[in-house]
T-cell receptor, first 111, second 110 residues
């Protein structure tokens, strides 16, 4: 297993379009996290799954954002009606318990 | 509330030790972490410490935790040019989300 993978690595979209990102965690990690990182800042928590259950959502996650982890393995993060303020790096992490291991991220640019 | 603070920049000469500092506010933190991020990349977990420990050493890395002052530090011995990156301190409560600082950019010069 080579670690957490995320696809696509880069996404450029026009304002108002919908985008979907995918995260494949390290196998057998039952916890999966999404974070958002903007330039010059540390990552900010968005949401967290334990197996297929979404256990916590940040106030940052407006109703345009939705995340799923249907079979407790990979996860998707969808942003509807994208806005320029959504431009950021979206990071996924998986964890067996204490440590979180991050993927390379998906960089979203909204034009 | 939850807040993690770090100084923005640190510049050291190759071969010297680097010390990166972090303060946090939430006394119920259970684990504290150090991550490294290189340009355009994700975050690499360097080390972490349980809140009831004072110190943890892992090869060139030494983590010191002063729980009374809510102060965490990362010492990198014999700093190399490959250590140039942004270093993030993070705290967690239980096994949930991480709260990150804004990162310290370490520059290593020859």
């Amino acid at each position: 297993d080579t670690g957490v993978s995320q696809n696509p690595r880069h996404k450029i979209t026009k304002r108002g379009q919908n985008v979907t990102f995918r995260c494949d965690p390290i196998s057998e990690h039952n916890r999966l996290y999404w974070y958002r990182q903007t330039l010059g800042q540390g990552p900010e928590f968005l949401t967290y799954f334990q197996n297929e259950a979404q256990l916590e959502k940040s106030r940052l996650l407006s109703d345009r954002f939705s995340a799923e982890r249907p079979k407790g393995s990979f996860s998707t993060l969808e942003i509807q009606r994208t806005e320029q303020g959504d431009s950021a790096m979206y990071l996924c992490a998986s964890s067996p318990y204490n440590e979180q291991y991050f993927g390379p991220g998906t960089r979203l640019t909204v034009t | 509330g939850e807040d993690v603070e770090q100084s923005l920049f640190l510049s050291v000469r190759e071969g010297d030790s680097s010390v990166i500092n972090c303060t946090y506010t939430d006394s119920s933190s259970t684990y504290l972490y150090w991550y490294k991020q290189e340009p355009g990349a994700g975050l690499q977990l360097l080390t972490y410490i349980f809140s009831n420990m004072d110190m943890k050493q892992d090869q060139r890395l030494t983590v010191l935790l002063n729980k009374k002052d809510k102060h965490l530090s990362l010492r990198i011995a014999d700093t190399q040019t490959g250590d140039s990156a942004i270093y993030f301190c993070a705290e967690s409560i239980g096994t949930d989300k991480l709260i990150f600082g804004t990162g310290t950019r370490l520059q290593v010069f020859p």
